[in-house]
């Protein structure tokens, strides 16, 4: 079946810092990557859509600046958020779309202190 | 604005038993739907979709059902297994975003009592 790698699981870093989360689709194309935050007891939110070669599309209230995605490759794509504060610590889930339809990461835990 | 809602949070059921989860969405363009399942710090996993033009789909233990006039879908699991205890997450997508966006319920945290 479809995987879908993401790193890291689990990043803790200082404030004003960056940090870098990675997705990467093993063994299949991933013509669209979706990246979504959760907050506790809370649902999944959208944050931003982007297809391989192309801008990514942020929903409303993102900040683009804040949260970079890069989509290179069929098989690769990265969130960085930049400048961290401690509110965007959070769960950030990527989702791959392929031919075997959705297929998600693992998440990634970040804490910013 | 909440597209769509799962009105309880959580659920706890004796093994054997039949588990129901329940999803309502609001949108009437939202053509097909999914369950998720997720355990803590994971990702979440496929568990079944429908389309709106079943009312019904099967998978083993698994049965989603599609009340379109009512906006409402719900899971069964029979019979339930410890194993099952997660929270399990109702999405829909359709209507002209072009995009394949789903949007995300809040999730039902399941128990499954040994």
């Known amino acids: 079946g479809a995987v879908v790698s993401q790193h890291p699981s689990r990043v803790i870093c200082k404030s004003g810092t960056s940090v870098k989360i990675e997705c990467r689709s093993l063994?299949?194309?991933?013509?669209?990557m979706f990246w979504y935050r959760q907050f506790p007891k809370q649902s999944l939110m959208l944050m931003a859509t982007?297809?391989?070669?192309?801008?990514?599309?942020?929903e409303q209230g993102v900040e683009k600046d804040k949260f970079l995605i890069n989509h290179a490759s069929l098989t690769l794509s990265t969130l960085t958020v930049t400048s961290a504060h401690p509110e965007d610590s959070s769960f950030y889930i990527c989702?791959?779309?392929?031919?075997?339809?959705?297929?998600f990461g693992s998440g990634t835990r970040l804490t910013v202190v | 604005d909440q597209q769509v809602k799962q009105n309880s949070p959580s659920l706890s059921v004796q093994e054997g038993r039949i588990s129901i989860l329940n999803c309502d969405y609001t949108?009437?363009?939202?053509?097909?739907f999914l369950w998720y399942k997720k355990y803590p710090a994971e990702g979440p996993t496929f568990l079944i979709s429908?389309?709106?033009?079943?009312d019904k789909n099967e998978d083993g233990r698994f049965t989603v059902f599609l009340n379109k006039s009512a906006k409402h879908l719900s899971l069964h699991i029979v019979p339930s297994q410890p194993g099952d205890s997660a929270v399990y997450f109702c999405?829909?997508?359709?209507?002209?975003?072009?995009?394949?966006?789903?949007?995300f319920g809040t999730g039902t945290r399941l128990k499954v009592l040994a």
């Open positions: 989702s791959a779309r392929g031919q075997y339809g959705y297929t």
């Open positions: 063994d299949f194309q991933a013509t669209t």
């Open positions: 982007s297809n391989e070669g192309s801008k990514a599309t942020y």
């Open positions: 949108n009437s363009m939202f053509d097909y």
């Open positions: 429908i389309s709106s033009i079943k």
């Open positions: 999405a829909a997508s359709g209507g002209t975003s072009g995009t394949y966006k789903y949007i």
